[in-house]
């Protein structure tokens, strides 16, 4: 069968050529994403706006990457994940180099919009094609560094703002911003199209070609057994609506997802799209500023790596669990520090964790529900998670506003992220080392 003959392909080139294909559009994603957290207090100045209007800024985009992640889920599971992959790339990349030619705040919401969504409808498509290639033995740890793209995204962003800004103007960082249009080309090219995805089209033929010539360039022993009842085999059919993601079967894995993407992401963007502006705050000029938030990028990296590893020892619920407490633990700490060490230290170890965490997410979503709404599921959990972004940034804005220390606004994620690292311990099952057509 040919799910049997994909699982047991030894990891090889291929596996790692997805996983860098993939990988440099996430990277492309987080740069695009990055780049207006550090545009952000440059603008504020040069525009003159108000924390709010900071805070909508941020929180437009969200709203675009909650539409983009429902719609592009739900035409992956119809089109094909590859076609998905490339129209939201090239949407956020055309998006991202209009944001350069803004006049006003209204103009820039409008481009933010798209570049959001452009991004949100990538992200949850791009984890399930590779979730759907890698074999089990392996699944967990290569979504996660997948994931680990993001930082090496946020490094440039951080990177392009400490160099390019300060000399060229926040436009420049933008129109950078652009150059992930050209990639489009070499994913039509080199990445296939997932075998889970055809074998459950009913397009076997075409499943079967990329299988043998997988088991050709691995040097695979090719099984013999026959692919009639592929479709079958796969997993069950379901319809892709809300109300599957509601049925009995998948009740308690949608409350779960739903409740950690929301949390994770209101958390996330409530942190992240304003550290810059945050640090800058505290009397920083933009050049130290953007050299503490780069240290605190950097710490990124490990966080990844070590989850990686994590998912394959303890398993993803587990590992998800410990890293959003850990994460609200530091957020705290952060939210009281003082001196530039305590800033930069809190500002890692939040980092180190809650990027980490997200890693984990990615894995563990397209491996709860089957091929038929893989897709569908992944891009409703990720949709309503952004809805936690579309609040977080806003809400940041207004509390800080209204006079309200940072200490405050740091113990409300802190809170957050505790009560979601129980509901995921209660609710969640446990994924690893297991087929995906078996969970």
């Known amino acids: ?22 990988g440099l559009g996430w990277m492309f994603d987080a740069m695009d994403t990055g780049l207006i957290s550090f545009v952000l207090p440059v603008l504020a100045k040069e525009w003159s706006l108000t924390t709010s209007e900071m805070g909508l800024i941020g929180s437009v985009g969200l709203i675009g990457m909650a539409i983009g992640a429902v719609i592009a889920g739900t035409i992956a599971d119809k089109i094909g994940r590859k076609a998905v992959f490339s129209i939201t790339l090239l949407l956020y990349s055309i998006a991202t180099g ?66 390019f800004i300060p000399l060229y103007g926040w436009q420049w960082a933008f129109i950078i911003g652009t150059v992930p249009a050209l990639y489009v080309f070499v994913i039509r090219i080199a990445m296939p ?47 892709p609506s809300v109300a599957t993601l509601w049925s009995e079967r998948f009740l308690k894995r949608t409350i779960m997802l739903w409740i950690a993407w929301f949390g994770i992401v209101f958390t996330y963007y409530g942190i992240f799209t304003w550290l810059p502006s945050l640090v800058y705050k505290q009397g920083f000029t933009f050049i130290k500023t953007f050299e503490y938030v780069f240290i605190m990028t950097l710490a990124q990296l490990p966080g990844y790596f070590t989850a990686a590893w994590l998912v394959e020892i303890i398993g993803r619920k587990y590992t998800l669990s410990l890293f959003l407490l850990l994460t609200g633990f530091a957020g705290w700490f952060f939210g009281q520090a003082a001196t530039v060490t305590e800033i930069v230290f809190w500002g890692c170890t939040m980092s180190f964790f809650n990027l980490g965490a997200w890693g984990v997410i990615y894995t563990y979503t397209p491996e709860l529900y089957p091929t038929s709404i893989r897709a569908f599921g992944s891009g409703w959990a990720a ?43 209660f609710l969640g099952i446990e994924t690893k080392q297991k087929n995906l057509e078996d969970i």
Not at 391 to 409: F, S
């Open 1 to 22: 069968m040919l799910i049997k003959r994909l699982e047991a392909l030894p990891v090889g080139s291929f596996h790692y050529k997805l996983l860098i294909l993939t």
């Open 98 to 163: 209009l944001c350069a030619l803004a006049w006003n705040l209204e103009s820039l919401l409008v481009f933010r919009f798209f570049v959001g969504f452009g991004l949100g409808g990538e992200l949850p498509v791009a984890a399930t094609l590779v979730s759907e290639y890698a074999p089990t033995r392996v699944r967990g740890r290569f979504i996660v560094l997948l994931e680990s793209f993001w930082g090496v995204g946020w490094i440039i962003a951080a990177s392009i703002a400490y160099w």
């Open 193 to 239: 199209e997932s075998v889970r995805y055809l074998i459950a089209s009913g397009r076997l033929g075409e499943a079967e070609e990329i299988v043998e010539k997988l088991e050709h360039d691995l040097k695979a022993v090719p099984f013999k057994e026959s692919d009639t009842q592929e479709t079958a085999a796969i997993s069950d059919t379901f319809a």
């Open 383 to 425: 949709g309503v998670g952004r809805m936690g972004g579309m609040l977080a940034p806003a809400a940041v804005g207004y509390i800080l506003q209204d006079g309200t220390t940072l200490e405050v606004v740091f113990s409300m994620f802190a809170a957050v992220l505790v009560f979601v690292s129980a509901v995921i311990l």
